[in-house]
Protein backbone atom coordinates (compact mmCIF):
# COMPACT_ATOMS: atom_id res chain seq x y z
CA UNK A 1 0.00 0.00 0.00
CA UNK A 2 1.32 3.35 -0.70
CA UNK A 3 1.71 6.25 1.64
CA UNK A 4 -0.46 9.69 1.03
CA UNK A 5 0.30 12.88 2.05
CA UNK A 6 -0.79 16.59 1.57
CA UNK A 7 0.92 18.92 -1.17
CA UNK A 8 -1.45 21.73 -1.20
CA UNK A 9 -4.97 23.60 0.55
CA UNK A 10 -6.65 26.25 -0.69
CA UNK A 11 -9.76 27.65 0.70
CA UNK A 12 -12.43 30.26 0.32
CA UNK A 13 -14.39 30.93 4.16
CA UNK A 14 -16.70 33.31 6.18
CA UNK A 15 -13.05 33.33 7.76
CA UNK A 16 -10.55 34.19 5.10
CA UNK A 17 -9.71 33.05 1.63
CA UNK A 18 -5.72 32.39 2.44
CA UNK A 19 -3.92 29.80 5.08
CA UNK A 20 -2.60 32.95 6.69
CA UNK A 21 -5.78 35.37 7.44
CA UNK A 22 -7.80 31.80 8.35
CA UNK A 23 -4.97 31.31 10.97
CA UNK A 24 -5.15 34.65 11.97
CA UNK A 25 -8.80 34.57 12.94
CA UNK A 26 -8.52 30.84 14.40
CA UNK A 27 -5.51 31.97 16.50
CA UNK A 28 -7.40 35.55 17.80
CA UNK A 29 -10.85 34.03 18.26
CA UNK A 30 -12.55 35.93 15.45
CA UNK A 31 -16.00 34.44 14.14
CA UNK A 32 -17.19 35.15 10.67
CA UNK A 33 -20.96 34.95 11.36
CA UNK A 34 -22.88 38.10 10.13
CA UNK A 35 -26.65 39.60 9.93
CA UNK A 36 -27.67 38.54 6.74
CA UNK A 37 -30.27 41.87 5.53
CA UNK A 38 -31.54 40.21 2.64
CA UNK A 39 -33.31 37.26 4.64
CA UNK A 40 -35.49 39.43 6.53
CA UNK A 41 -38.30 40.14 3.73
CA UNK A 42 -38.71 36.28 3.25
CA UNK A 43 -41.48 35.18 4.90
CA UNK A 44 -41.80 32.62 8.05
CA UNK A 45 -37.96 32.57 7.66
CA UNK A 46 -36.87 33.35 11.59
CA UNK A 47 -32.77 32.41 10.23
CA UNK A 48 -31.07 36.32 9.64
CA UNK A 49 -27.62 35.07 9.79
CA UNK A 50 -25.27 32.84 8.54
CA UNK A 51 -21.56 32.79 7.11
CA UNK A 52 -20.78 34.78 3.55
CA UNK A 53 -17.97 34.06 1.92
CA UNK A 54 -16.45 37.91 0.79
CA UNK A 55 -13.11 39.15 -1.41
CA UNK A 56 -13.09 36.43 -4.10
CA UNK A 57 -12.25 37.02 -7.52
CA UNK A 58 -14.62 35.08 -9.79
CA UNK A 59 -12.27 36.44 -12.79
CA UNK A 60 -9.53 34.76 -11.71
CA UNK A 61 -11.08 31.84 -13.66
CA UNK A 62 -11.16 32.10 -17.60
CA UNK A 63 -14.28 33.36 -18.83
CA UNK A 64 -15.09 30.54 -20.96
CA UNK A 65 -14.90 28.10 -17.84
CA UNK A 66 -16.68 30.29 -15.08
CA UNK A 67 -19.76 30.44 -17.97
CA UNK A 68 -21.13 26.71 -16.20
CA UNK A 69 -20.19 27.59 -13.25
CA UNK A 70 -22.39 28.66 -10.09
CA UNK A 71 -20.52 30.01 -6.96
CA UNK A 72 -20.69 27.37 -5.18
CA UNK A 73 -18.44 25.92 -8.53
CA UNK A 74 -16.31 28.95 -8.80
CA UNK A 75 -15.50 29.04 -4.95
CA UNK A 76 -14.34 25.30 -5.43
CA UNK A 77 -12.68 26.08 -8.88
CA UNK A 78 -10.60 29.10 -6.63
CA UNK A 79 -9.91 27.01 -3.77
CA UNK A 80 -8.49 24.81 -6.22
CA UNK A 81 -6.32 26.73 -7.95
CA UNK A 82 -4.23 27.90 -4.49
CA UNK A 83 -4.14 24.72 -3.83
CA UNK A 84 -2.79 24.01 -7.04
CA UNK A 85 -0.66 26.64 -6.75
CA UNK A 86 0.71 25.77 -3.05
CA UNK A 87 1.39 22.49 -4.82
CA UNK A 88 3.67 23.29 -7.51
CA UNK A 89 2.51 21.03 -9.59
CA UNK A 90 2.28 21.93 -13.61
CA UNK A 91 -0.19 21.59 -16.02
CA UNK A 92 1.09 18.56 -18.08
CA UNK A 93 0.81 16.65 -14.49
CA UNK A 94 -2.37 17.84 -13.36
CA UNK A 95 -3.99 16.83 -16.81
CA UNK A 96 -2.09 13.34 -17.41
CA UNK A 97 -4.24 10.34 -16.31
CA UNK A 98 -2.14 9.79 -13.13
CA UNK A 99 -4.74 12.81 -11.31
CA UNK A 100 -7.99 12.59 -10.63
CA UNK A 101 -10.54 14.90 -8.52
CA UNK A 102 -12.98 14.16 -6.08
CA UNK A 103 -15.35 16.56 -5.06
CA UNK A 104 -18.96 17.42 -4.29
CA UNK A 105 -21.98 19.79 -3.13
CA UNK A 106 -25.03 18.86 -0.90
CA UNK A 107 -27.07 19.74 -4.40
CA UNK A 108 -26.57 21.70 -7.30
CA UNK A 109 -26.61 25.79 -7.03
CA UNK A 110 -29.32 26.99 -5.00
CA UNK A 111 -29.69 30.66 -6.61
CA UNK A 112 -29.56 29.03 -10.29
CA UNK A 113 -32.36 27.04 -9.02
CA UNK A 114 -33.87 29.46 -7.92
CA UNK A 115 -33.44 31.60 -10.78
CA UNK A 116 -34.81 29.21 -13.57
CA UNK A 117 -38.25 28.04 -11.07
CA UNK A 118 -38.38 32.20 -11.21
CA UNK A 119 -37.99 32.56 -15.18
CA UNK A 120 -40.81 30.01 -15.49
CA UNK A 121 -43.07 31.28 -13.51
CA UNK A 122 -42.92 34.81 -15.28
CA UNK A 123 -43.15 33.11 -18.68
CA UNK A 124 -44.80 29.99 -17.88
CA UNK A 125 -42.28 28.25 -19.92
CA UNK A 126 -38.74 27.64 -20.85
CA UNK A 127 -38.04 30.77 -23.24
CA UNK A 128 -35.32 32.23 -20.25
CA UNK A 129 -33.60 28.88 -19.86
CA UNK A 130 -30.13 29.30 -20.14
CA UNK A 131 -27.86 26.25 -22.09
CA UNK A 132 -25.44 26.51 -18.89
CA UNK A 133 -28.33 25.95 -16.28
CA UNK A 134 -27.57 22.25 -15.80
CA UNK A 135 -24.01 22.88 -15.46
CA UNK A 136 -24.85 24.65 -12.77
CA UNK A 137 -27.52 22.94 -11.12
CA UNK A 138 -26.53 18.93 -11.61
CA UNK A 139 -25.65 17.15 -8.48
CA UNK A 140 -22.02 16.77 -9.82
CA UNK A 141 -21.45 20.42 -10.75
CA UNK A 142 -18.92 21.08 -8.72
CA UNK A 143 -16.61 18.18 -10.13
CA UNK A 144 -17.34 18.61 -13.17
CA UNK A 145 -16.50 22.34 -13.45
CA UNK A 146 -13.22 21.79 -11.74
CA UNK A 147 -12.36 18.82 -14.00
CA UNK A 148 -12.96 20.48 -16.95
CA UNK A 149 -10.85 23.57 -16.17
CA UNK A 150 -7.92 21.83 -15.04
CA UNK A 151 -8.32 19.23 -18.74
CA UNK A 152 -8.21 16.28 -15.67
CA UNK A 153 -7.83 12.55 -17.39
CA UNK A 154 -7.86 10.53 -14.28
CA UNK A 155 -11.14 9.41 -11.89
CA UNK A 156 -13.51 12.14 -11.36
CA UNK A 157 -15.93 10.97 -8.35
CA UNK A 158 -18.70 13.31 -6.78
CA UNK A 159 -19.65 12.59 -3.74
CA UNK A 160 -22.83 14.06 -2.87
CA UNK A 161 -23.83 13.61 1.21
CA UNK A 162 -24.64 16.72 2.95
CA UNK A 163 -22.13 17.44 5.83
CA UNK A 164 -19.89 14.59 5.20
CA UNK A 165 -19.44 15.48 1.60
CA UNK A 166 -15.67 16.60 1.38
CA UNK A 167 -14.47 14.10 4.12
CA UNK A 168 -15.75 11.43 2.09
CA UNK A 169 -13.98 12.88 -0.93
CA UNK A 170 -10.71 13.50 0.73
CA UNK A 171 -10.97 9.92 1.49
CA UNK A 172 -12.02 8.39 -1.36
CA UNK A 173 -9.13 10.50 -3.01
CA UNK A 174 -6.57 8.98 -0.34
CA UNK A 175 -7.84 5.10 -0.86
CA UNK A 176 -7.43 5.93 -4.76
CA UNK A 177 -3.82 6.82 -3.95
CA UNK A 178 -3.33 4.16 -1.18
CA UNK A 179 -4.10 1.64 -3.77
CA UNK A 180 -2.16 2.68 -6.75
CA UNK A 181 -4.86 3.72 -8.66
CA UNK A 182 -3.96 7.16 -9.29
CA UNK A 183 -0.66 9.46 -8.14
CA UNK A 184 -2.94 12.70 -7.20
CA UNK A 185 -6.32 13.21 -6.25
CA UNK A 186 -7.34 16.97 -6.03
CA UNK A 187 -10.35 16.74 -3.32
CA UNK A 188 -13.03 18.64 -1.74
CA UNK A 189 -16.51 20.36 -1.42
CA UNK A 190 -18.25 23.48 -1.84
CA UNK A 191 -21.60 24.92 -1.42
CA UNK A 192 -23.38 27.94 -1.70
CA UNK A 193 -25.52 29.95 0.70
CA UNK A 194 -29.06 30.40 -0.12
CA UNK A 195 -31.70 30.93 2.30
CA UNK A 196 -34.07 27.63 1.62
CA UNK A 197 -31.12 25.80 2.85
CA UNK A 198 -31.51 28.13 6.06
CA UNK A 199 -34.79 27.81 6.09
CA UNK A 200 -34.69 23.71 5.97
CA UNK A 201 -32.83 23.54 9.05
CA UNK A 202 -35.15 26.06 10.25
CA UNK A 203 -38.39 24.42 9.86
CA UNK A 204 -36.44 21.22 11.45
CA UNK A 205 -36.11 23.25 14.62
CA UNK A 206 -32.03 22.61 13.95
CA UNK A 207 -31.02 26.37 13.24
CA UNK A 208 -30.13 29.05 15.00
CA UNK A 209 -32.68 31.53 15.43
CA UNK A 210 -30.02 34.75 17.62
CA UNK A 211 -30.83 38.10 16.56
CA UNK A 212 -28.84 39.46 13.64
CA UNK A 213 -27.72 42.43 15.84
CA UNK A 214 -26.13 39.42 17.88
CA UNK A 215 -24.10 37.42 14.88
CA UNK A 216 -20.95 36.76 17.11
CA UNK A 217 -22.35 34.54 19.56
CA UNK A 218 -23.57 31.63 17.67
CA UNK A 219 -22.95 28.53 16.73
CA UNK A 220 -22.63 27.42 20.53
CA UNK A 221 -20.71 23.64 20.10
CA UNK A 222 -21.17 21.78 22.95
CA UNK A 223 -22.92 24.78 25.49
CA UNK A 224 -25.54 25.17 27.51
CA UNK A 225 -27.11 28.24 25.16
CA UNK A 226 -26.67 26.70 22.27
CA UNK A 227 -30.15 26.80 20.07
CA UNK A 228 -28.84 24.79 16.71
CA UNK A 229 -26.24 25.55 13.62
CA UNK A 230 -25.91 28.85 11.37
CA UNK A 231 -25.56 27.71 7.86
CA UNK A 232 -22.52 29.11 5.58
CA UNK A 233 -21.15 28.84 2.62
CA UNK A 234 -17.70 28.52 1.19
CA UNK A 235 -15.18 25.80 -0.54
CA UNK A 236 -12.11 23.93 0.24
CA UNK A 237 -9.14 22.00 -1.55
CA UNK A 238 -6.34 19.78 -0.60
CA UNK A 239 -4.25 17.88 -3.28
CA UNK A 240 -3.48 14.41 -2.21
CA UNK A 241 -0.57 12.86 -3.41
CA UNK A 242 1.73 9.43 -3.18
CA UNK A 243 4.59 10.21 -1.39
CA UNK A 244 7.49 8.78 -3.74
CA UNK A 245 5.83 10.96 -6.87
CA UNK A 246 5.92 14.36 -4.05
CA UNK A 247 9.62 13.62 -2.77
CA UNK A 248 10.40 12.68 -6.89
CA UNK A 249 9.37 16.24 -7.52
CA UNK A 250 10.66 18.24 -4.18
CA UNK A 251 7.07 19.30 -3.29
CA UNK A 252 6.74 20.49 0.15
CA UNK A 253 4.38 18.34 2.19
CA UNK A 254 1.91 19.61 5.04
CA UNK A 255 0.54 16.37 6.27
CA UNK A 256 0.11 12.91 5.95
CA UNK A 257 -3.12 10.59 5.80
CA UNK A 258 -3.15 7.72 7.54
CA UNK A 259 -6.50 6.51 7.91
CA UNK A 260 -10.28 6.64 6.55
CA UNK A 261 -13.50 5.17 7.24
CA UNK A 262 -17.26 5.99 6.52
CA UNK A 263 -19.88 3.77 7.78
CA UNK A 264 -23.84 4.50 7.82
CA UNK A 265 -25.92 4.47 11.45
CA UNK A 266 -28.64 2.60 9.40
CA UNK A 267 -31.29 4.03 11.59
CA UNK A 268 -33.04 7.32 11.47
CA UNK A 269 -32.49 9.99 8.32
CA UNK A 270 -32.16 13.04 10.39
CA UNK A 271 -31.68 11.73 14.23
CA UNK A 272 -27.64 10.90 15.45
CA UNK A 273 -26.45 7.81 16.31
CA UNK A 274 -23.71 7.81 19.30
CA UNK A 275 -23.08 3.89 18.28
CA UNK A 276 -22.63 4.85 14.33
CA UNK A 277 -20.33 7.37 15.10
CA UNK A 278 -17.95 5.27 17.59
CA UNK A 279 -18.19 2.76 15.03
CA UNK A 280 -16.80 5.40 12.40
CA UNK A 281 -14.09 6.91 14.56
CA UNK A 282 -13.40 3.36 15.51
CA UNK A 283 -12.49 2.13 11.38
CA UNK A 284 -10.53 5.14 11.07
CA UNK A 285 -8.48 4.16 14.06
CA UNK A 286 -7.59 0.25 12.31
CA UNK A 287 -7.36 1.89 8.63
CA UNK A 288 -4.43 4.17 10.47
CA UNK A 289 -3.31 1.38 12.31
CA UNK A 290 -3.06 3.48 15.84
CA UNK A 291 -4.85 3.10 18.44
CA UNK A 292 -6.61 6.51 20.65
CA UNK A 293 -4.00 7.01 22.96
CA UNK A 294 -1.99 7.84 19.60
CA UNK A 295 -4.18 10.50 18.87
CA UNK A 296 -3.54 14.22 20.32
CA UNK A 297 -6.46 16.27 19.18
CA UNK A 298 -10.00 15.54 18.02
CA UNK A 299 -12.08 18.20 15.43
CA UNK A 300 -15.71 17.55 16.36
CA UNK A 301 -18.02 17.73 13.97
CA UNK A 302 -20.27 20.02 16.54
CA UNK A 303 -22.80 21.85 14.67
CA UNK A 304 -24.28 23.42 18.02
CA UNK A 305 -27.84 21.35 17.81
CA UNK A 306 -29.26 19.65 20.65
CA UNK A 307 -28.93 16.05 19.84
CA UNK A 308 -26.01 16.40 17.48
CA UNK A 309 -23.62 18.05 20.23
CA UNK A 310 -24.94 14.87 22.53
CA UNK A 311 -24.56 12.13 20.29
CA UNK A 312 -21.31 13.30 19.75
CA UNK A 313 -19.98 13.67 23.11
CA UNK A 314 -21.18 10.32 24.05
CA UNK A 315 -19.59 8.55 21.21
CA UNK A 316 -16.16 10.71 22.09
CA UNK A 317 -16.45 9.72 25.62
CA UNK A 318 -16.60 6.06 25.06
CA UNK A 319 -13.80 6.06 22.64
CA UNK A 320 -11.37 8.30 24.68
CA UNK A 321 -13.16 9.25 28.05
CA UNK A 322 -11.55 13.03 28.66
CA UNK A 323 -7.74 11.81 27.99
CA UNK A 324 -8.23 14.00 24.34
CA UNK A 325 -8.42 17.77 23.80
CA UNK A 326 -11.82 18.08 21.73
CA UNK A 327 -12.99 21.43 19.58
CA UNK A 328 -15.29 22.18 17.29
CA UNK A 329 -14.16 24.93 14.93
CA UNK A 330 -17.51 25.20 13.71
CA UNK A 331 -18.21 28.35 16.11
CA UNK A 332 -15.54 30.13 14.05
CA UNK A 333 -17.39 29.33 10.52
CA UNK A 334 -21.00 28.03 11.01
CA UNK A 335 -21.74 24.93 8.91
CA UNK A 336 -20.74 25.04 5.51
CA UNK A 337 -22.22 21.43 4.68
CA UNK A 338 -20.50 19.97 2.04
CA UNK A 339 -16.96 22.35 2.31
CA UNK A 340 -17.02 21.79 6.45
CA UNK A 341 -14.70 18.39 6.16
CA UNK A 342 -12.32 19.96 3.56
CA UNK A 343 -11.71 22.91 5.48
CA UNK A 344 -11.59 21.17 9.30
CA UNK A 345 -9.00 19.21 7.46
CA UNK A 346 -7.15 22.15 6.65
CA UNK A 347 -7.47 23.82 10.12
CA UNK A 348 -5.99 20.86 11.44
CA UNK A 349 -3.13 20.68 9.58
CA UNK A 350 -2.79 24.33 10.51
CA UNK A 351 -2.81 23.49 14.00
CA UNK A 352 -0.40 20.70 13.29
CA UNK A 353 1.78 22.90 11.52
CA UNK A 354 1.67 25.43 14.44
CA UNK A 355 2.02 23.11 17.31
CA UNK A 356 -1.82 24.57 18.68
CA UNK A 357 -5.28 23.21 19.71
CA UNK A 358 -7.50 26.12 18.74
CA UNK A 359 -10.56 25.83 20.98
CA UNK A 360 -14.07 25.96 20.77
CA UNK A 361 -15.94 29.40 20.15
CA UNK A 362 -18.57 30.27 21.91
CA UNK A 363 -18.49 27.64 24.13
CA UNK A 364 -18.67 29.04 28.01
CA UNK A 365 -20.73 26.64 29.76
CA UNK A 366 -20.67 22.94 28.89
CA UNK A 367 -24.21 21.52 28.57
CA UNK A 368 -23.95 18.73 31.43
CA UNK A 369 -25.24 16.25 28.38
CA UNK A 370 -21.99 16.90 26.28
CA UNK A 371 -19.95 16.67 29.71
CA UNK A 372 -17.21 13.49 30.26
CA UNK A 373 -15.09 14.76 27.49
CA UNK A 374 -12.03 17.30 27.60
CA UNK A 375 -13.51 20.34 25.97
CA UNK A 376 -10.81 22.82 24.53
CA UNK A 377 -12.27 25.98 25.39
CA UNK A 378 -8.93 28.13 26.23
CA UNK A 379 -5.73 27.87 23.16
CA UNK A 380 -3.60 24.73 23.54
CA UNK A 381 -0.12 25.21 23.00
CA UNK A 382 1.52 21.99 22.29
CA UNK A 383 2.34 20.11 19.59
CA UNK A 384 -0.21 18.15 17.32
CA UNK A 385 1.69 14.95 15.94
CA UNK A 386 -2.05 12.85 14.94
CA UNK A 387 -5.38 14.02 14.50
CA UNK A 388 -8.70 12.87 14.04
CA UNK A 389 -11.47 14.92 12.19
CA UNK A 390 -15.07 13.80 11.68
CA UNK A 391 -18.27 14.77 10.18
CA UNK A 392 -21.66 13.07 10.01
CA UNK A 393 -24.55 13.74 7.99
CA UNK A 394 -28.20 13.62 7.05
CA UNK A 395 -28.60 10.02 6.82
CA UNK A 396 -26.49 8.55 9.12
CA UNK A 397 -24.01 9.08 7.19
CA UNK A 398 -20.20 9.02 9.11
CA UNK A 399 -17.08 10.03 8.10
CA UNK A 400 -13.43 9.93 9.78
CA UNK A 401 -9.84 10.95 8.57
CA UNK A 402 -6.75 10.07 10.54
CA UNK A 403 -3.76 12.98 10.06
CA UNK A 404 -0.40 12.97 10.71
CA UNK A 405 2.11 15.91 10.55
CA UNK A 406 5.58 15.52 8.47
CA UNK A 407 8.43 16.80 10.16
CA UNK A 408 9.10 20.37 8.84
CA UNK A 409 10.31 23.31 10.95
CA UNK A 410 7.85 26.39 10.97
CA UNK A 411 8.25 29.76 12.07
CA UNK A 412 5.29 31.71 12.45
CA UNK A 413 5.21 33.25 15.94
CA UNK A 414 1.58 32.22 17.08
CA UNK A 415 1.65 34.83 19.56
CA UNK A 416 2.00 37.61 17.30
CA UNK A 417 -0.94 40.10 17.52
CA UNK A 418 -2.19 39.02 20.87
Not at 309 to 334: H, N, R, W, Y
Not at 342 to 368: A, R
Amino acid sequence: MKKVVITGMGIISPIGNTKQDVFNCLINNQSGIKSIKSWEHIKDLRVCIAGRCDGYDAKRIDRKNRRTMGSMAIMAALSTLDAIAMSGLDEKTISSSGTGVAMGSTTGSGNIIEKTFNDFLKTGGISMLEGTTFMKIMNHSVSANVAAMLKIKGRVLSPCCACATSTQAIGEGFEMIKNGYQNIMICGGSDELHFSTAGIFDVLHAASKKSGDLPLETPRPFDTARDGLVVSEGAGTVILEELQHAKNRGATIFGEIIGYNTCCDGEHMTSPRADGMLRCMKGALESAQCVISEIDYINAHATGTKLGDIAESQAVKMLCGDTIPVSATKGFTGHTLAASGVMETIFCLLMMEHSVIIPTLNLENIDPDCKGIFHVQKRINKPVKKAMTSNFAFGGINATLILKKMNRDFSYDIHKGE
